[in-house]
C-alpha cells in the first residue's frame, strides 16, 4: 500500500514538471520569434545597426 502511494506522489510530481515545462517552452519560441523578427529587419535595411543593437539588448534582458 505505502508503494502505491510514493508511486502516485512520483507521478503528480513528474506531470507538474513536464506541464510546466510546456509553458516554458512556449516563452522561449516567443522569444525566439522576436528575435527573428529583428535579425529580418536588421537584414532588409528596416532599422540601422544602433537601433537594432538597442532592441536586441531590450529582448535578451
Known sequence: ?????WLLII???LYFAFK???VWNKEDQKN?????LLKQKYINGEIDEDKYKKMLEV???
Open 1 to 5: 500500500m505505502m508503494f502505491l502511494i
Open 11 to 13: 507521478i503528480v510530481i
Open 20 to 22: 510546466n515545462k510546456g
Open 32 to 36: 525566439d520569434e522576436s528575435l527573428d
Open 59 to 61: 529582448l535578451r534582458s
